[in-house]
């Protein structure tokens, strides 16, 4: 239990001053009544700071054993008790516990006396070492010896603390004046001629931690005290200037919030009168029935609204409440309810929007005006969904920004890419502090209109979490069936998407959920060839980037011939961003050029293209190295078609084998072990060593080793490689080829064979093999994809067999063994 001398109101303790002087006489006299102080004393405890001498402390004491001890010293004739101060708060009252250096005191009057619980006035003498302790039945009895303090009042250095003391306290009465009651008492009791004395009450006014009081307590000499006492008082003076500074701070602040709050009420009374402003709820309120003129809301919206005006006029706006009901209504009548714009079906307008903005894609331009043209005819092109896919860089988000301009509609775009939360499509419910509607619904917000063209980009990125499926939350916004009546979380009442244009892009389909899918019309765009990128970069990407880096075609100019080889050397993709890159770091070199102080126009010719972009990325010759066992096979992927290497080799050894390696998927894998299987079953038909694999264990490489590859198109160039390898014989020269190979030696379709011709065309290459069933899809391929190459089509393998290893195509090696 905590002993504490300092939580006793004075006013209860001292009624009146003449109590106050009865109080110091009796001090008086039983100081005067026993001169010689007894030896053994018993010990008080004290929590959480000592006593000091020449102090009058008032003195609450808990506990049974301590109050028995007080009422006993109470009647002694002595009446002296031993206060010391414990070393761990937190710890017991063992001797082990206690200082050695304590203060003895008189109880000069008994204020209050329960069993547990008693209140003391004691008269704090002087200090005391304890010589030993005894731990009896009734309590701690401690032999002491008296230290009495020397006479110091006649030097003149103590003299000089004493009055740096005494400077110091008025400096604190002047902060606080709560201290004059205190100085008051002492100079009642005691005189400032005694520095001890001085030092000792200074110490007892200031609010320092316990231990270093206990340290001024134990410094028997007044010099060292003094010094001690003088550093104590000094951060008291600091933490009480504070302390004013911050009272003063904090009642200059509420006084002027007080006086803003007064002014603010005057100047709302004075308008109110003069009919200058009305309460802001009654504004929020007009404002709100404002916006809903001109909307047609549909019934559940209007009861909705209509509820929800009829609560926020009975909330106060200082409830929580209040800001809720608020925000719900103004997401409510911001929406566009049945505010359409009005659609342009002008197919010629249209086709210029779409020429104007993107080179090539004609397949595609002339879907997008199929479909205008359809919208024309029905009179609206609600329940439309598209999904452009294709690799980056291509243009996707920007046909979607042409399909706006030409319909004349509002445009919005944002990404899916990466969404894992179902709320972000259809809202947090109200509940949850800071809800938010959907996405789909803060778009509506944002384009103004209820039929705008919504642009969901990356939809094939679309995640999931425990937080909800959001490709799962998409059904319903992208069903022509259930979104003219979309439930927002957020709103929880029908709003209507039918009108809204949806144009997802992706860069393939295989991730994209089979559900959405089906509710997607999809629109496939392949990539360009090098003389598209080469228009593109004349028409669109130098223009540009000359106007972003402040340059002119005055300043800077790319003959044609650089142009393709930057396509060529520098940007193989099936976008044009990598070639806008190299373009960029073109004009950065030229910006610097002009900016230190050049003056001649910068012409690029194709020479110059190492000075400003390095050395080539790619080299023609590099993909396409005319050696047995390496054949190139053409592939599809998520970035458009690509052209890749398929290489085979051989150890002698007596041990038969095949291993694959190149990072390979599963299905490429099986169609790697096929076609080992059908070229050793069927060495003889095409002229070679029957027992050949039975000596040589058979290496299949890939090239890109980090890159992934899956799919069953190369099985006949695999077939090929194996076939080279073992023959010695290279393929012709500037081949490529795809196609699925069974174990019977059937050529099976394969898809992407638009993206797959642009990318031989893009490598270089001029003789291409397909299966025979996709005859049809490369005829359908614009004239000039399929300008200036030879194309053979294969049912079986001996097809292929023939066009890759005969030069002269009339002449059949296999015809007799068909």
Not at 195 to 214: C, H, I, R, V, Y
Not at 268 to 291: N, Q, Y
């Amino acid at each position: 239990m905590n002993d504490e001398f300092d939580n006793i109101d004075d006013d209860e303790m001292f009624q009146d001053d003449d109590e106050l002087e009865d109080i110091g006489e009796i001090s008086e006299a039983l100081l005067l009544a026993t001169d010689v102080l007894p030896e053994q004393i018993p010990i008080i405890p004290l929590r959480p700071r000592p006593a000091f001498p020449n102090i009058l402390i008032p003195m609450s004491i808990s506990g049974k054993e301590k109050v028995d001890i007080i009422k006993k010293a109470a009647d002694s004739q002595s009446h002296t008790i031993g206060m010391v101060l414990v070393r761990n708060i937190e710890g017991n009252d063992s001797p082990e516990n206690l200082h050695s250096v304590g203060v003895v005191g008189k109880i000069v009057k008994v204020m209050k006396s329960e069993e547990e619980n008693i209140q003391v006035l004691v008269n704090c003498l002087e200090r005391f070492t304890i010589e030993h302790l005894y731990e009896t039945e009734d309590g701690l009895i401690g032999r002491v010896k008296y230290l009495k303090g020397a006479d110091d009042s006649q030097r003149e250095e103590l003299k000089a603390y004493s009055m740096a003391i005494i400077t110091t306290l008025k400096e604190l009465v002047q902060i606080n004046p709560l201290y004059s009651e205190e100085i008051k008492m002492f100079l009642g009791r005691s005189s400032l001629d005694d520095p001890g004395k001085l030092a000792d009450f200074a110490a007892n006014l200031t609010s320092a931690d316990g231990q270093e009081l206990q340290r001024v307590l134990e410094t028997f000499d007044v010099h060292k005290r003094i010094d001690e006492v003088l550093t104590l008082l000094k951060k008291e003076l600091e933490v009480s200037r504070l302390q004013s500074k911050i009272s003063k701070q904090i009642e200059k602040k509420v006084s002027a919030q007080q006086r803003e709050f007064f002014l603010r009420e005057q100047l709302k009374a004075i308008k109110k009168e003069l009919g200058l402003e009305k309460e802001g709820k009654t504004s929020e309120i007009e404002k709100f029935t404002e916006r809903l003129k001109g909307l047609k809301l549909n019934d559940e919206a209007q009861n909705a609204i209509d509820e929800e005006l009829e609560k926020l006029q009975l909330i106060e706006p200082s409830s929580p409440e209040y800001n809720v009901s608020r925000n719900y209504l103004d997401w409510l009548t911001v929406l566009p309810w049945g505010k359409n714009t009005k659609d342009s079906y002008n197919i010629p307008r249209a086709r210029k929007a779409l020429d104007s903005d993107h080179f090539g894609l004609d397949d595609v331009k002339e879907r997008i005006l199929e479909f205008i043209a359809v919208g024309k005819m029905k009179g609206n092109i609600s329940g439309s969904i598209l999904c452009l896919v294709g690799p980056p860089g291509v243009g996707k988000t920007s046909i979607g920004k042409s399909v706006a301009a030409a319909l004349k509609r509002n445009f919005y775009r944002f990404s899916l890419g990466g969404m894992r939360d179902e709320a972000e499509i259809k809202g947090h419910r109200r509940t949850y502090i800071g809800a938010m509607p959907g996405k789909f619904i803060q778009a509506i917000k944002q384009a103004g209109s209820a039929n705008p063209v919504l642009m969901l980009d990356e939809i094939d990125k679309i995640g999931a979490s425990f937080q909800g499926d959001p490709a799962s939350a998409l059904l319903e916004v992208l069903d022509p069936e259930q979104n003219n009546s979309f439930r927002d979380h957020y709103l929880d009442v029908p709003f209507d998407l039918s009108n809204v244009l949806f144009i997802a892009t992706a860069n393939q389909l295989d991730t994209i959920p089979a559900p959405l899918l089906d509710r997607m019309e999809v629109i496939r765009l392949s990539g360009y060839i090098m003389a598209e990128k080469v228009e593109i970069a004349k028409r669109y990407l130098i223009p540009k980037t000359l106007e972003n880096h402040g340059l002119t075609r005055k300043q800077v100019s790319i003959r044609k011939d650089a142009l393709e080889a930057i396509v060529d050397d520098y940007a193989r993709e099936a976008g044009v961003r990598g070639l806008e890159n190299r373009i960029k770091k073109i004009m950065r070199k030229a910006a610097m050029a002009f900016s230190s102080e050049h003056t001649d126009k910068i012409i690029l010719h194709k020479n110059d293209l190492e000075k400003y972009l390095g050395k080539p990325v790619f080299s023609p010759d590099e993909m396409f190295e005319n050696v047995p066992g390496v054949v190139t096979g053409l592939a599809w992927t998520s970035m458009g078609g690509a052209t890749l290497q398929i290489e085979a080799t051989a150890v002698k050894t007596n041990n038969k084998g095949f291993k694959q390696t190149g990072q390979l998927g599963k299905v490429m894998v099986e169609s790697s072990e096929i076609a080992y299987s059908y070229i050793m079953g069927n060495l003889l038909r095409f002229g070679m060593q029957e027992d050949f694999f039975d000596q040589h264990f058979v290496h299949m490489h890939v090239p890109a080793g980090a890159t992934p590859k899956d799919g069953p198109s190369a099985g006949i160039t695999m077939a090929t490689a194996l076939l080279s390898m073992i023959g010695g014989k290279p393929v012709r020269k500037k081949l490529g080829m795809t196609g699925e190979l069974t174990l019977t030696g059937q050529v099976l379709p394969i898809g992407g064979v638009k993206e797959k011709t642009i990318a031989s065309r893009r490598s270089g290459l001029q003789v291409l093999i397909f299966p025979e069933s996709n005859r049809k899809d490369f005829e359908d391929l614009p004239e000039h994809l399929r300008e200036g190459l030879e194309v053979h089509y294969a049912k079986n393998y001996n097809d292929v067999y023939n066009v890759a290893f005969t030069a002269d195509q009339e002449k059949n090696i296999c015809a007799s063994k068909n």
